[in-house]
C-alpha cells in the first residue's frame, strides 16, 4: 500500500493500489441478494432454494439431471447381456456424483472433518507423538498418523480427561505401590471392572524406592507386538529351554489371553521371553503333519479349559488406538537405534533383519569332457530278456502278484544289476584268476562231485545233468548255447544253472511257513513244489527229480521241473525279518556267501591307544560315522530328519562277499580286517568280534608279535596255494592249527558253540547265567527273585531288607556258608568275581556294605597265577553255570577266548622273566587290565 | 535402573552335611535328583524305587514292581512320570501320583545300567549290559523300542540326553556321541571302560570317567582333553561323576569313601569331601543350586553349601 503523503520518490510501491476514494463517489451498492449468484464445479449456476429443498438446486434447472428429468434405473436383462445379479436397490442407486462428493449426502473421500482437525489436542500429545515419531522406524515420520487420524475421541475418555486422567497413565485409583500390586493379583478372578493389568510395572527401577505416602497411578497397559514367525514350528510352538527347564517348576500355566503381558499369551504371538518367574520345561510339538502316517498317538498337547478365561476380564487395554492385539513397538523402544540408521521405508511392525539372507550359492554344472558325445547306446533288452529261461510276462505278472520276490533274476534287470562274471561273460572277456561265485562257496568234496558228474555228463549226455561247471553255465546262459553243447542239451543244461542257483538260495533256510505258495491252485502239484523246496533247504540236489510225479508223461514232468525251478528262484526266501535281528551264523556249511559289515570300519585301535597314552586326545581318538536315526526317534525328538527319504536305520552297512578278494586286498591298511575273514572267526563273527580283534591287537606285545606272524603266514599261504583254495576249508584248517597250539583246553567250548540257536534260547540262557553270577559275585545283596530260584538267596534277602547291617553280614555268610570267618574268605571270592566280572562286563556295582570289602588282609603272595587257578577250579565246580553261561561265552566268545589266550601268554612271559612289572610299561591293554586288577585287589587286602 | 552386579563370589561347595536317609532299601544303587531338585529317587537293590522331598528328607512314595534291585531312575521333565531300569532286564515307566506301573518294557538281554528320559519324556533311552542302547516310545504303545543302537561293544554302563544328542559310555572304552540332527556318530576312543558320562551344562563338553581312576573333560566338537582330573580311586565299581550346576567344578565319588572336586578349569583338587568308609557309589547334583546329594551303601547324605538354619532353629526350640 503506498501512501501519497510527501514525497512519491521515496517510497516502493508494492502491489496493486486501490483505486483512489473520491470525495463525491456515492458509496458502491452491495450486489443485492437477488443478483448474487452461486456456480458449482462445471460453471452452472446454482440457485440457492430454502431449506425446505435442501439448499442447493439439485439438477437441471431445478429438476433432476436432465433436461428430460431423473430417470431411475431400470431392470434390464436380455440373453446376450445378462444381469448378474439381482441386486437390491440401495440409497446409493439414487445418487447422482454429486451426492458421492466432498459435500454429497454420502462422500466417498476420506475427508477430515472440521471436527478433527481442531485445536484440541493438547500438547503433551504433540509432543509425545514427536518424540515417539523420532524414536520410530522412519524418523519423524508421523505422516501415517496424520493421515489416519483417529475419528473422535470418545465419550469414555473424554470423561477420564475430565476426571484428571492424563494419557499415559492407566485407569484406576492412585494407589500404593504394594496395594496395587495386590490388587492385580487378586484382581483376577473378580467380575465387571478389572484393573488393567499392570504392564511392565517389574522393571527394577519401581522396585528400588517406594516412599510411604506417595501414591502412583497404575501404569498403562502396553499394545502387543506382532513379531514374525521366523521358526517353521507352528503357531504358538515354543522350544525347549534347557536353562529353563532346569529351573523346575514345570506345572502347568494359566492361560490368559486377555491379559497383555500373560507369558502364554506373548507366547501364543512369539513374543520374546521376559524375566519371568516360571521353571521347567515347557513346549510341545504342535499337532501332526498331514503326511506322518502313524495318527492314533496322542501328540496334541493335553489342556483343559481350565487354564483359559472364559470371561473377557476388565476393559480393553491401551490408548483404544489399538487392540491388545496392537504392535509392539509401541512399547518397546530397544533396538530402535539400529533401525534409525536405516532411512529407507521400512512399515512400522517391521524390522530389520538381524543377518542378511544368505544367497544362493549357484554351482556351477560340471565340465563336460571335451570329447564328450551326447549318444545314449540303448540296451538290448529284448534279447536278454528272451535268453532268460522266464517270459517276461510271467516274470512280471509273479512279480507284481505278491511282491514276494525280493531279487529279480539279474538278467532282466539294467547292467547296473548284472554282477560281474554276468558283464564278463556279455564282454566275451576271459575269466579272471580267483575265486569264481558259485563254486567258491561249497564245500571241496562238493565240489569234487560237481567236477565229477561234469565229466560224466559231457562224456555221456544224460538227460538231465544236475550240474554244470560254472564258467560253461554261464557261459551257457549268457552266451547262448555253446558250440560244444548240442542244442537239446543246452536248455536242459540252462534249466539245471538254474536248479544250481535254486539250490544255492534255498539251501539251508530254516523259515518255510511263510513262503510264498505258487501253485495253490493245483493242491498235489502246491504238495510236489513244497517237497522240492524241503529237498532244496537240506540240500539235495536230485529233489527235482524225486518229487517230480513220475506218473505223468515225460513233457509234462520236464515243464513241471522248469515251472518249479523258476518259481523256486523267483519266490525265494526273504529273511528280511529276521536279518535285522541276527547276524547271520557263518557255518561253513551254510553259502550265503556274504557278509553284513558295517561300511565305516573304525580304524586302527593301536593309533588310538597311543594317541590315548600319549594324552593326545582329539582327531586321533575321534572317529565320526554316518548313523542314521529312526524317523519316529526325530519325530519324538522333535528334530527334522538328518536324512529325509532314506530308509536306514543305525550304521549303514554293506553287503561284502565273504571271500572276495577285497576282503584280502584291505590287509595292509588294517590288520583287523584281515583277521575278520578267517573262517574260525568268520564263522561265528558278531559285532563283538571286530573289538576283541582289536583288542587281541593292542593287549600286549607277544600275542601281537604272534598274531602279526600268523598273519603273514596266512597271506603266504593263500598266495602260495591256488585262488580256488581261499575257501572255508582250507582256512579252516590253517587256522584250527593255529589254535591248536595255543588252546587247547578252549577246544570243546568252540565246539559247543559251533551252531547257534535261535534268539529266545540265547536270552534265556545268558539272562540266567548273569544273574546267577551276579548272585555270586554280589555276594550280598539282592536276590534274583525269579530266575533261578534260589530260595535262601531270597530269603536272606528279605531278612536283610527288614534287619539292615547284621543281616548283610549274615548273608554273606549264608551264601558262602562252609566258611567260619567271612572276612578272609570274602576277600578271595571277590578278587576272582572281579576278575570275572571285569572280563565280561566290565565295572560292576559296589558291595551293599563296606565291611565286606575291608575284610583285612590276606596273604595273596601271586594272586595271578592263583586268581588263574582259582578260575580254573571254579569252572569245575561251577560246571552247571558254566554249561548255562555257554550261550553268553558265545557272545563273548572271541573276548574271552582272546582274553584268556593273551592271559596266558602274559603269565607265560611274566613267569619266564619273573615278574610281572616286566610288561607294565607296555601300554598294551591286557597287561594293563591285569595289572589294574592285582593292584585293586592288592588294594583291598591291604586295607 | 540397575546397579551393577556384584563381582561374583567364589563359588560356594556343598560341604555340609544337611541331612542323611537312611533308605531302608538294601544298599542304594543310584541316587537323582529329579528335574527342578526338589525331589530325590533312590534306587534300592531291594528292588524299589523310593521317592524323597531334599528338603525335609521324607519319603514321599515307593515305587515296587521291578523283579530284581533297581540301577538307575530319571524323572521327566513335568514330574509326571519316571523311568527306572533294573537287572531284571527291564525299564519301567512309573506314574509319579499314583505309583503304578505304567509300562514295562522288555527286550533287553542283560541288566539295564542306565536309563534317561529325553527332554519331552517322550522317549526312554536305556543302555544295558548286552551292549545296546534302546529307545522306547512313551506316547505310542509299541512295546518294542524305536530303535536299538547296537555300536557298542560291550555294556553299555552310562548315558545321558541333551537336546538333540545321546552321550554313551561303554566298556568298552569308547564314549559315543549320537548326533540326531545332522545323523552322524562321534566315537571317542578313552581305552580304560568308561563308568560314567556327563554332558556339562552350557552342552559344549562332555565328562567322562572311566576305571583308569581318571576323569576326562573332553571338547564335545573336536574330542579333544580339556581337562584331565585323578586323585581319586575309580578301579573297579562303576560309580558317578558329574559336573556342578555352573560347570565350575568336577565331581566323582571315589572307592575310598571321598567326593573328589577339581576345579575344572585349573584342574587341581579343590576339596575331598569325606562321605564315609564305604564306596560313594552315587552322586547327584542339584540343577540349579549349591547342592549335592550322595549315596553309600544305604544311606543317602544331602550336602549343601551352608549349614540349614532351619535345623539349628529347631533343635534350639
Redesign the interface.
Known sequence: MASDSDGDEDFVTYGTPLEPLEEDEPLKKPVPLHEQTVKDEKGRYQRFHGAFTGGFSAGYFNTVGTKEGWAPSTFVSSRQQKVEKKHHARPEDFMDEEDFGEHGIAPREITTSQEFSSSRRDAAGEKARAVHAQAALIPGDTLLEELITPTRSSVGVELLKRMGWKEGQGVGPRTKRKARRQQTDGARGVYGAVLPPAGSEESEDEEEFAPENVTFAPKDVTPVDFNPRLGLQGLGYRGLDPGRALLGLGAPEHIDLFRPQSESRSRLFGDAQRGSRRGGVAGQAFGVGAMEDDDDEEVYHRDSMSRYDTVLGGEEPGDGLYGWTAPQQYTKKKDKSKDASYLGKILEGFTLAQKPSEGITIFPPPSLPRDYRPVHCFRPSVEVLSLSGVSPALAEALRVSRGHMVKEEPQQGGRHQLDSSQRRALLGEDALQGPSSVLELLKPEDRERLLSLRNSSSSSNVPAPKTQPPASHDALRWGGPAAAAPPAVAGVAASSGLQQEALTVWKGVQTSSQTFRPFEKNSSKQARYELYLDRLKQGDKDGLEQSLDPGMTEWERSRERDEFVRASILYRPTASSLSCRFTRAKDPEEDDGTVEVPRDQEGDVDDKQAAVNMKMFGKLTRETFEWYPDKLLCKRFNIPDPYPGCSLVGLPKVKRDKFSVFNFLSVPESRETTAAPKPPEAGKRSRWDVSQEEEKKKKDPLSQLLNDARNQTEIKEEQSSPPASGSAKDQTETMSVDEQKEKKDEEEEEEEEESRPPMDLFKAIFASSSSSEEEEEKSSSSSQGESDGEAEDKDATEGRVEADTPALNLFGIAVHGSSQQPAVVRPQNFVQEVKEEEEEFGPKLPPPSAALIRGGPVSVEKPNKRSREKRHKNKKQHKHKKDKKKKKKKKHKTKGKQQKKSKKETDSSGEDSGGEDSGEEAAQVSTQELLKRLKHVRSLESW | ??FPEPRPQAPQLPQHLLRTIDC????V?AVRF?????YLLSCG???SLKLWSVSRGTPLKTYSGH???V?DADGS???SHLCSCS???TVILWDVATGQVTRKLRGH???VNCVQF???A??ILSGS???TVR?W?T??RRFEP??????A???V?SLKV???ELLTGS???RVRR??????????????S?I?CVCFS?D?QCTLSSS??STV?L??KS????LG?YSGH?M?????DCCLS?KDTHVLSCS?D?HVYFWDLVEGSLSLKLPV????V?SLSFH??ETCLITAM??RVQVWGAEPEETEEDAAAT
Open positions: 535402573m540397575a531302608q532299601q538294601g544298599a544303587r529329579n528335574a527342578d531338585g526338589n537293590s531291594d528292588k523283579g530284581y534291585e540301577l521333565y513335568d514330574n537287572s531284571d532286564k538281554a542283560g541288566k529325553n527332554e519331552e517322550t522317549v549290559l548286552d551292549g529307545c516310545d506316547r505310542s524305536i530303535q536299538v543302537l547296537d555300536e561293544r560291550d555294556s554302563s541333551a537336546q538333540h566298556v568298552d572304552g549320537y548326533d540326531l540332527r545332522m545323523g552322524q556318530l562321534h566315537v571317542d576312543f578313552i581305552s571302560p563308568t551344562q552342552g576305571l583308569d576326562r573332553l571338547d573336536t574330542g579333544e582333553m584331565e580311586k578301579k573297579g565299581y562303576k560309580l550346576s572307592e569313601g564315609g568308609k564305604a564306596v557309589q540343577p540349579t551303601e544305604g
